[in-house]
């Protein structure tokens, strides 16, 4: 297990060397000067200049390159913003909480959904729960997010008036007069969000899980288990459930990375302060230092999950281990 572990902390470190040097190339090398950018085109040439020096864009692009990671690595930083002059990590302190809570309320949410009904329906094929579930994938996979929240604002928020339309409140409670906080109002205010993400993405997994525990149970040893006398219950927690999740695991270390970084059109669509409409504003103001640090915090939290996934399904099933 060790030297399972020591590897896969390599390849992650190798995966976060590449991200970042290819991140940088892109975004540094490749667009206009970034001085100009930080300055602004009416300003004069030798205050760009200056610029350029504090930017170290003087330096040879190896000596940019290493000055990049060594801020990332031992302070944390990802520069200032060109626009207003904000470190990026105060930026991205205040917007990843909200995309945060969005993903993982979401992911909470639909595995909630798609665990009981793709294994309910996977035990009871062409039953009327199956038939119903099979109906719910098919609506979940073909209808976009977008169109999901807009119809929920309409319905449920506007209509019915059940939950805000949008906006965000701060899990932490706080006495401040006016300010929206505390855990009821944060999940309140969080409903509509969270089972927009959640609808396509059950509808997902619940086919996965259904064809996953379908296949499992067909397999040698859940017949031999039931031969030798085990009970139903233990058969499909201890033999069925373990090893068909494995390729959950997989996807769902994946997603959460992506989601982290891709939930732009659900926070848009309900007016919430993350990382997705923070990138929408940098990008056409060429704001290189926010944009460089989403896509960094993306990239990086998607080698940490599928890190986190590897030792988990090392756990799950340890013939991984000597892969």
């Known amino acids: 297990m060790t030297q399972y572990l020591i590897r896969r902390i390599f390849w992650a470190f190798f995966l976060f060397v590449v991200a970042t040097m290819i991140t940088y190339v892109i975004f540094f090398v490749v667009p206009a000067d970034p001085a100009t950018l930080a300055a602004g085109k009416a300003t004069k040439p030798e205050i760009v200049a200056h610029i350029r020096r504090e930017l170290h864009l003087n330096l040879p692009i190896y000596q940019q390159y290493w000055l990049f990671v060594w801020n990332l690595v031992r302070h944390g930083s990802f520069g ?10 105060t930026m991205l302190g205040q917007e990843i909480p909200v995309t945060a809570s969005i993903v993982v309320g979401g992911v909470v949410m639909y595995l909630a959904i798609a665990i009981p009904t793709g294994v309910i329906s996977a035990l009871r094929p062409r039953s009327i729960l199956d038939r119903s579930g099979m109906i719910f ?18 319905l449920v928020g506007f209509r019915l008036g059940w939950t805000p339309i949008g906006d965000y409140c701060n899990l932490k409670p706080t ?12 999940a309140y205010h969080l409903l ?9 993405s059950a509808a997902l997994y619940t086919r996965l899980i259904r064809a996953n525990v379908m296949e499992t149970m067909s397999e040698d040893y859940v017949r031999t288990a039931r031969a030798k006398g085990a009970s139903p219950s233990r058969v499909l927690v201890q033999h ?4 068909s999740m494995l390729q959950v695991v997989t996807i769902l270390g994946m997603d959460l990375g992506l989601l982290l970084g891709g939930v732009v059109f659900i926070e ?9 409409a923070q990138l ?18 993306a990239t990086l939290s998607v080698i940490t999950f599928n890190f986190l996934v590897d030792v988990l399904y090392a756990w799950l099933d340890p013939r991984i281990r000597l892969a």
Request: proline letters at 9%; aromatic letters at 12%.
């Open 137 to 154: 994938v098919l609506v979940g996979i073909s209808a976009p997010s977008v169109w999901i929240g807009l119809i929920l604002i309409y």
């Open 80 to 89: 200032y913003s060109f626009v207003n002059g904000l470190p990026v990590r």
């Open 268 to 276: 848009i669509v309900f007016g919430m302060p993350g990382l997705g």
């Open 240 to 243: 069925v459930l373990r090893n």
């Open 175 to 186: 006495h401040a007069i006016g300010v929206c906080s505390g855990p009821g109002q944060w």
């Open 192 to 200: 509509l969000p969270w089972i927009t993400l959640a609808v396509g």
């Open 280 to 297: 929408v504003q940098a990008a056409p103001r060429f704001d290189l230092p926010v944009i460089v640090g989403i896509v960094l915090f």
